[in-house]
């Protein structure tokens, strides 16, 4: 089971503020079936961004949520065409990476979110994420930590 498909991956996204990013997400992981109630998911996710900014440095950020709303875990991955404010206290993102899972999934999302920061730290997984055309490209470097 893969946790990213290219209908969770949004190039040149043209929002402005955290929550509408996280809302678009949010609508992909819904029109993918991976959500039962997409309104929970979106309540535990600025529930959880509100306790600490998911901005993670690198110009990334990675809102994330263990809910009730979420039928199969997933991520979904976003590339803004113009850097948004993530939040007051931090820099600007150019990228997300919006987990989900289930409730009743352990620590599963704490799996997923090592995952990427193991891979993030490195200039050329960043790099690469940034240069990438397609949603396949983005599939499969997720696909490939």
Partial sequence: MSLISTDLVIFDSGVSYRDEAIKQMADAMEAAGKLSDKEQ??????????????????SIATPHAKSAGVKEACLAFTRFKNPIQWDSNSEKVSMAFQIAV?????????????????????????QKLMKAETPEEICSLVESI
Avoid: M
Wanted: negative net charge; charged residues 25%.
């Fill in 41 to 58: 998911y979106i309540k535990d996710v600025f529930e959880r961004e509100n306790s600490a900014s998911t901005a993670v440095g690198f």
């Fill in 102 to 126: 289930p409730e009743g999934a352990a620590n599963q999302h704490l799996d997923i979110l090592a995952l990427i920061f193991r891979n993030l730290i490195h200039e050329d997984f960043r």
